[in-house]
């Protein structure tokens, strides 16, 4: 085809196992094991098969998991004389294996990516299309355009894109097919800034089209897929290239990674934990996808039954008339490590639940931190047998860094013994677990912290680059907005026990630094007897039951801080946020601790959640426990 062309980048987390392709209701041959050379492993699972999930697009492009679990793809209409001959959105839901319309028209979008915050960020292409970068709000379905021109004149057909951690956005702008009202006086790869601006990044690409990021977000690599047809003296060229991404977001030309023989020609890439390339090659004779090294090395190829546009982690292919998918993958699974500091307020054991049931969560590992946290590590131990899952524990920090503690005892610990649980742990080592599992998983890892911030804070002074590697934070912490709710003091408890940690982490510069406080999460909560009723007959729940009893000896209710905080990992859209900067008081003493609020609009270092769909939180998080056995 001569049209522009999308490609996938990276979906967080990506998986190294197997892309087994599904495509479908039509059952393909098995393709078996991908070739290999050397010793490298194989990619396909031993006996995958190809199963079409989608067959009624034009063309479809784009595929990008979405924070709701579903996947978003761009569908291209290109005849004036077609219904909605600009293009749709479609949606798949793998709860349900069907596909409905997101949005139509869609302006011709070609790639699709989500930011930190959940939005849709779309490539709109030329052909009656927008011929600009867009952002769309899930919730509200309201869009905006974020680039349209360039130097007074359009864009030419933006393609690919991809979203790095400070929120700017890369994106190729080539031209396919009719170039006559073509403004631009290059085909370029872009740079749009979270302020706006918008900058050409290089023009050194024939035809820029895939565009993906490294896991360490050091490296862009944009592949050429220039058919040649614009020019028929001209043969078809297709190569990726890699640039080193200097920290001013300019890129510097690093070298042509691989060049590709013949009519194999480069479309989406994704890039798996290792560096890993995975190539939608678009070759007639032989359609699949290459797995390429850091190096420029091809180590494996995947077949697939139709040339391939696109192609995305979660064993997802776009080919031009659907949609393709490995038949046991149906999301993607989110690395998080969970601090905790479960045994005190009861709303922790409901937290962990929630994660161990969750089948986009890869849970790798707790720790635990206050008072008694090995009896605290036994509490989180018992749900995991529960659960029957071998989750990593280390009890951390007992004592805050300068403070005395004021969290001494893990009261739930008093209703343990019937649940079986580990007692031995090892002690001392959890702050080297986080950055050990950290640096294993750069850019890959959302650290959870709904507890006082003894062990983050030890972490981020232990290693300075941590804050850095991380996907993100996601923390129950502080008050922002409103007076504190009746029975809660000024100062939200997890920022006040240790001050001086939670300065050390809100001054770390995390890529997406997130915090959902006291303000917003007690409009969740259930009276003991809606807690009982809602979670009674649930296996997992059992020894949760027991240990609330404790809690409502003391307190009227369970307010859901810590399941809110969990559930925004994996839909962020459940709260509103504001961007702004936030400030730890360690004087005078009645202010200790308080996390004193500047709103900053796009140049914040942090996102505060201002307000929660609680309706759709306790949906979703009830939707999620009941998956699990009763």
Same mark, same amino acid.
């Given at each position: ?19 087994? $392709? ?75 294996? @069907? ?103 290089? #023009? ?46 300019? /890129? ?64 997802? /292919? ?51 931190? @206050? ?57 001392? #080592? ?89 303000? /917003? ?23 949760? $039951? ?42 005078? #003493?009645?202010?200790?601790?308080? @996390? ?15 307000? /929660? ?18």
């Amino acid at each position: 085809m001569k049209f522009g062309r999308a490609a996938m980048r990276t979906i967080a987390g990506a998986f190294l196992g197997a892309i087994g $392709l599904l495509c479908g209701s039509s059952v393909f041959p098995a393709p078996g094991t991908a070739a290999a050379q050397d010793d490298s492993p194989a990619i396909l699972a031993p006996g995958a098969r190809v199963v079409r999930l989608f067959h009624e697009g034009s063309f479809t492009e784009g595929p990008a998991m979405g924070p709701d679990g579903c996947v978003y793809f761009s569908d291209l209409t290109f005849e004036p004389d077609t219904t909605g001959a600009d293009g749709h959105i479609w949606k798949f839901d793998p709860a349900t294996g @069907t596909c409905t319309i997101f949005r139509s028209p869609s302006g011709m979008s070609n790639g699709i990516e989500f930011d930190a915050g959940g939005r849709m960020i779309v490539a709109q292409g030329s052909d009656f299309g927008g011929r600009g970068i867009v952002a769309i709000d899930l919730v509200t379905g309201k869009g905006g355009i974020l680039a349209s021109h360039f130097k007074g004149q359009p864009l030419n057909s933006p393609n690919d894109l991809v979203v790095d951690g400070k929120g700017r956005v890369y994106f190729t702008d080539p031209r396919y097919g009719d170039q006559t009202s073509m403004k631009q006086p290059v085909m370029g790869v872009y740079r749009l800034d979270r302020n706006g601006a918008l900058t050409l990044i290089t #023009e050194r690409i024939p035809m820029p089209n895939g565009i993906a990021l490294s896991p360490d977000q050091r490296t862009l690599y944009v592949a050429c897929n220039d058919e040649g047809v614009e020019d028929e003296s001209r043969p078809p060229e297709g190569s990726i290239s890699s640039f080193d991404i200097l920290p001013d977001g300019s /890129v510097q030309f690093h070298a042509v990674l691989i060049r590709f023989a013949g009519t194999r020609l480069p479309d989406g890439i994704a890039i798996d934990a290792r560096g890993n390339l995975y190539v939608a090659i678009r070759d007639e004779a032989k359609p699949g996808v290459g797995v390429i090294t850091p190096a420029g090395a091809e180590i494996a190829w995947i077949p697939v039954p139709e040339v391939p546009s696109n192609v995305a982690f979660g064993g997802l /292919v776009c080919c031009p008339l659907g949609l393709i998918q490995h038949w046991t993958i149906c999301m993607n699974r989110i690395k998080v490590i969970l601090d905790t500091d479960i045994g005190s307020d009861i709303d922790d054991a409901v937290a962990l639940a929630y994660l161990l049931e969750h089948p986009g969560c890869d849970l790798l590992g707790i720790t635990t931190v @206050t008072g008694e946290a090995v009896k605290r590590a036994s509490l989180a131990s018992a749900l995991c047998r529960r659960a029957g899952k071998e989750i990593p524990i280390y009890p951390g920090a007992e004592h805050p860094l300068l403070t005395e503690q004021k969290q001494l005892y893990a009261q739930q610990a008093a209703a343990l013994e019937p649940w079986p649980h580990q007692k031995e742990f090892p002690v001392g #080592e959890a702050v080297e677990f986080m950055r050990r599992t950290i640096r294993r998983y750069p850019g890959e890892v959302v650290l959870l912290t709904v507890a006082p911030l003894t062990n983050i804070g030890l972490l981020f002074l232990v290693d300075s680059e941590i804050p850095r590697l991380l996907k993100g934070l996601v923390m129950m912490c502080g008050r922002f907005f409103d007076p504190p709710p009746k029975g809660y003091g000024a100062i939200e408890w997890n920022a006040r026990v240790d001050a001086y940690a939670t300065r050390i982490v809100y001054r770390a510069p995390v890529r997406v630094h997130r915090s959902i406080g006291l303000d /917003v999460t007690h409009r969740v909560s259930m009276s003991p007897p809606e807690f009982r009723q809602a979670f009674a007959g649930y296996r997992l729940f059992d020894p949760i $039951l027991e240990w609330a009893e404790i809690w409502f000896k003391d307190w009227p209710g369970t307010t859901f801080h810590d399941p809110l905080a969990a559930a925004v990992v994996f839909d962020p859209t459940l709260c509103s946020f504001r961007r702004g900067n936030v400030r730890i008081a360690t004087e005078p #003493e009645e202010s200790f601790g308080a @996390t004193e609020w500047t709103p900053e609009d796009e140049a914040g270092a942090h996102e505060v959640a201002a307000h /929660v769909n609680a309706a759709r939180f306790f949906e979703q998080y009830l939707s999620v426990i009941g998956k699990g056995a009763r």
